[in-house]
């Protein structure tokens, strides 16, 4: 990276600390996302008034199960072992399948990306993994190349996937160079001063070495304006640097592949089941241990937060490394939680490419039957999920699907060639903490689209903020006029983390678990309830918004839109509201 080039981008970004939308220079209740918008001034979903004033008479009926697939769960956190599920027919640590479901020990739930040669934590995103496939069959292949129709439809996704590829690679690669530029300015003061973290005051005193250090030292001072404290800005950075080094070094290397040796299974056969292990855990459990207590944190124990749900056990099933999931995984996560009683399944994940689609599809499908809500986060690259592609979704590969995808092929992309990786070397729900922005052509909706078969048992969420005024819509958070059904709180969410610890956290995969949350609280008082049904109730009762919010559109314009042109319901899901309303179905 020359020096001129990593001067304009650090520019560039002292710019986006800027314009921003939310800013983190504030201080909000931990349990914000619980509290009621008119008591309390912050755009919760009134859980505590529900509560307060509709269950405090009430006894739960049942206990609902809600599966939390993602990428593992610390299980001794003070504020989640307490309400872990327990497979009731399981001998702890007898190395005995003693329920004869497939899986040994399987006490919490269960690991799908390990074996007993370890866990797998690092994984190549989805794309990575497709290119592998296609580009020796395509890479010399021109547009003047004779096709047959099936390898014309491969070869357009093989050029769209290598323009993707070359712009995630260089936004990785640009970003990269900030994080490291930063990380040194910050390790040197911290050296000069004998600290491990240095301070606020430290960065001001520190000698830049050039021009490059002082556009680097102007960024500190504006991030630890923007995020509230010098301290998080330290993390960020420190979490930022992290993230993109992983995404150098294994989501976007061709070279990487663990698959076979820490998972072992037979990756071709989808239908296979008997693989993993019982660490539901693994290496890295911060984002599942956040999501899990978002649903369910115990509420009665005095202690860190409290999570949506008050009579709730959360079973664990990992199937989400650093990078992006596997369909098969997926699928078998789901059929997993279903098997064993889960009522709810939160899925915090999502990717723009699948390789297996029609797996994930039929263990849908098979939730749909047994009676099961899936609820999953819109994801977080500020994208319109009507038009951009977004999996796992509802909609199932069906006949009629594949007609309206001949009918509407998107024009050939010209030929196009990646910036050749160096090898010097997220996949989950988290708002990255730099963030760079794709933008696209808009191309004109077709609503006849969104009437294709799907799933009636699936709740997609987009995240909001606290503050109710024009930027209540979250600035990372996708959304979609018919493929976004609610909004809910996922801007610094405090929830649990591994070791004991707390953290805040934003993205759709907070968001997700309200809603999780949620209907799992309608389903402990009201169990009879189909998950169309809890579905229909929580889009129903949302707190509808009537002001315009603001958001940067495909284009990079900064547009205002109602509310209800960017999610099904036009509105921030509400306990109190979804509970009375729940109260008149029969």
């Known amino acids: 990276m020359k020096l001129k080039r990593l001067g304009i981008l650090l520019t560039l970004l002292i710019i986006n600390f800027v314009v921003s939308a939310q800013n983190k220079n504030v201080q909000l209740p931990k349990n914000w996302f619980n509290l009621d918008l008119l008591e309390n001034g912050y755009f ?123 712009k995630k690679y260089e936004d990785a690669s640009n970003t990269f160079s900030v994080l490291i530029a930063i990380n040194k300015v910050l390790d040197s003061a911290a050296k000069i001063n004998g600290k491990q973290i240095p301070s606020l005051d430290d960065i001001d005193k520190y000698k830049a070495d050039d021009e490059i250090e002082e556009q680097v030292k102007t960024i500190i001072r504006k991030g630890t304006k923007e995020d509230g404290s010098f301290e998080k800005f330290y993390k960020s950075i420190k979490d930022g640097y992290k993230q993109y080094d992983a995404m150098l070094k294994y989501n976007l290397n061709p070279k990487y592949d663990m698959r076979a040796t820490l998972v072992g299974d037979d990756y071709s056969n989808s239908k296979q089941k008997d693989y993993g292990n019982k660490d539901v855990k693994g290496p890295d459990a911060q984002h599942g241990s956040h999501v899990a207590g978002i649903i369910g944190a115990n509420r009665l124990n005095e ?69 099961v809500l899936l609820v999953h986060a819109a994801g977080n690259d500020n994208q319109n999920n009507d038009i951009e592609e977004n999996y796992p979704n509802k909609y199932f590969e069906s006949k009629e699907a594949a007609e309206y995808k001949e009918q509407h092929k998107k024009p050939s992309l010209a030929d196009f060639t990646p910036p050749k990786p160096n090898m010097q070397s997220n996949g989950m729900g988290m708002r990255p903490p730099i963030a760079n922005s794709a933008f696209s052509k808009p191309v004109p909706l077709d609503s006849a689209k969104f009437k294709l078969p799907h799933a009636t048992n699936w709740i997609e969420v987009g995240a909001s903020a606290y503050k109710d005024d024009d930027n209540l819509k979250a600035d990372f958070s996708n959304y979609g006029k018919y493929n976004v059904d609610v909004f809910a709180p996922g801007f610094l969410i405090n929830s649990t983390v591994p070791d004991g610890k707390y953290e805040e956290l934003d993205g759709t995969s907070m968001a997700s678990p309200v809603v999780s949350g949620l209907a799992a609280l309608i389903l402990s008082y009201y169990p009879d309830l189909t998950p169309s049904q809890v579905r229909e109730i929580i889009m129903k009762s949302v707190t509808k918004v009537t002001r315009k919010v603001k958001y940067k559109n495909a284009k990079g314009e900064n547009v205002r839109v109602p509310f209800s042109a960017i999610c099904v319901s036009g509105g921030i899901v509400n306990a109190y509201n979804a509970l009375k309303l729940a109260e008149t179905y029969k």
């Open 303 to 371: 202690l860190g937060i409290m999570g949506v749900a008050n009579h709730v056990s959360i079973m664990a099933i990992r199937v989400v490394p650093t990078g992006d999931e596997r369909d098969k995984d997926v699928a078998n996560g789901i059929r997993y939680a279903v098997d064993n009683g889960a009522k709810v399944i939160n899925m915090s994940f999502g990717k723009s490419y699948s390789w297996d689609k029609k797996a994930v599809d039929e263990a849908v499908k098979y939730a749909e039957t047994k009676g």
């Open 44 to 166: 919760g979903i009134s859980t505590e008034k529900a509560y307060r004033e509709i269950l405090r008479d009430k006894k739960p009926k049942q206990k609902i199960i809600v599966a939390v697939i993602d990428g593992g769960i610390d299980t001794n956190h003070e504020d989640l072992k307490d309400i872990l599920w327990i497979n009731p027919k399981e001998i702890p640590g007898n190395g005995i399948d003693d329920d004869g479901n497939g899986y040994i020990d399987d006490v919490h739930g269960w690991n799908f990306i390990g074996s007993k040669n370890g866990n797998l934590e690092y994984d190549n995103l989805e794309l990575v993994r497709l290119l592998r496939i296609y580009t020796p069959k395509y890479q010399s292949t021109t547009n003047l190349t004779p096709l047959d129709s099936t390898q014309k439809k491969e070869f357009r996704l093989y050029k769209k996937m290598v323009g993707d590829f070359g």
